[in-house]
């Protein structure tokens, strides 16, 4: 019975979170202050706890994957971390190959 619940809860958090780099991504089309917005909150958000590594250390989708694990665990609001997804994409001109 636990596992059945934390299996939903994932699937839930899943479906909550599925669209936040396509979003990010129309968004920063839609508003370029977006990319602005995500760069301060990147900073003053993740570099109060984290040493920040440089955008195109990571892949858009690892970026993606860090700032929604960092939104449940810190507590970001969703239009703070769509911004900082933005502003992480938006800079991420060199893509990591693995």
């Known amino acids: ?3 059945t619940n934390y299996i939903m809860i994932a699937s839930l958090i899943i479906s909550v979170f599925a669209g936040t780099a396509a979003q990010a991504a129309e968004s920063a089309k839609k508003d ?3 990319i602005v917005r995500g760069a301060k909150s990147w900073a003053q ?3 109060s706890c984290h040493n920040i590594r440089p955008p ?3 892949t858009d989708e ?3 994957v860090s700032a929604i694990h960092m939104r449940v665990r810190a507590n970001i609001p969703g239009n ?4 900082i997804i933005a502003f992480l994409q938006a ?3 060199e893509k990591v190959k693995k």
């Open 62 to 64: 690892e970026w993606e």
């Open 56 to 58: 195109k250390d990571l």
């Open 45 to 47: 958000t993740c570099g």
């Open 1 to 3: 019975m636990k596992n």
């Open 91 to 93: 800079s991420n001109n």
């Open 32 to 34: 370029p202050m977006q």
């Open 80 to 83: 703070v971390i769509r911004d």
